[in-house]
């Protein structure tokens, strides 16, 4: 396993605490009082993640060697689990030491092997030429510009020669469908994911002032590659953006279907995508 040095964590983005809270310190009673919530049958993965682990999982079965992983923002430690069930070695970094406590947890209620610490991506605490892979669910958009560019730094330094790394993010490609689909509000005033209309202005600014995340584009995540060699996108979710206004629905159905076809490889609208799994190989 990839030595482990003390570095201080360098925390360059917005206040992160909600989701050790929410996430983290909030399940730890309920693991300890029912731990087979959280049995691996039980932990969703999303499309673009299933892909990744697909696309992963041959590489990690048809090596001679371990395959040694690093997992961005590891969180609950559910792709960390999936990754380490395939028979790879992952570390999982996450600033919230609650949910490094819960991740290791439910990683020995799942009977799997993986290391969790406590860290910053921005800063990480390992050697140079540690790991074949690095991976991020839906971390790089909680990030500023500079913290990007850096944490796509620390991911180049910390691969081995031929490594790549890969990012599952919601991006924004065109202000228009940004505003069409920021018009609906999302949840409820008093809920952790509240996100209200662009068309309430006051509520909007307010919203901005107090949110840990953002919109990423092509353009940013290409900006940021560092020192690698090349950058390659696949594209998810189009029309099912505007899920909420047609869930459960025979056309929400059919726009489901057409998402296949819009976000094909040669489809020609692909970037207008909700989000993307980006590959950067060293």
């Known amino acids: 396993m990839s030595s482990i040095k003390q570095k201080e964590i360098n925390h360059t983005f917005k206040d992160q605490k909600r989701w050790n809270e929410v996430y983290g310190k ?25 892909d990744l682990l697909d696309f992963l999982s041959i590489k990690i079965r048809s090596s001679k060697a371990p395959v040694k992983i690093l997992d961005y923002g590891s969180g609950r430690g559910e792709f960390s689990i999936f990754l380490a069930k395939l028979g790879a070695e992952v570390v999982g970094i996450d600033i919230g030491e609650d949910l490094v406590n819960l991740a290791t947890q439910i990683a020995a209620q799942n009977s799997i092997q993986c290391t969790f610490v406590c860290g910053s991506i921005d800063n990480l605490p390992f050697d140079d030429q540690s790991f074949d892979i690095v991976v991020g669910c839906a971390i790089l958009h909680h990030l500023p510009k500079q913290g990007v560019h850096s944490s796509l730094r620390e991911a180049y330094r910390v691969l081995k020669p031929n490594g790549s790394a890969f990012f599952t993010e919601p991006i924004e490609n065109s202000v228009i469908f940004d505003f069409l689909q920021n018009m609906i509000p999302v949840g409820k005033p008093e809920d952790t994911n509240y996100r ?15 949110a840990d995340d953002r919109a990423l584009s092509n353009k940013e995540l290409t900006a940021a590659k560092a020192t690698f060699t090349k950058v390659h996108f696949a594209y998810y979710g189009m029309f099912i953006r505007f899920h909420r206004l047609w869930e459960n629905t ?11 076809y819009a976000t094909h490889t040669y489809s020609p609208i692909k970037k207008l995508s909700q989000s993307v799994l980006v590959r950067y190989d060293k």
């Open 196 to 210: 209200p209309s662009i068309l309430y202005k006051k509520a909007w600014k307010k919203h901005l002032s107090e």
């Open 26 to 50: 909030n399940l730890l009673d309920i693991i300890a009082a029912d731990p087979e919530q959280f049995n691996i049958q039980h932990l969703g993965l999303t499309q673009n993640q299933k």
């Open 250 to 260: 025979t056309f929400g159905k059919i726009l489901t279907t057409l998402d296949r």
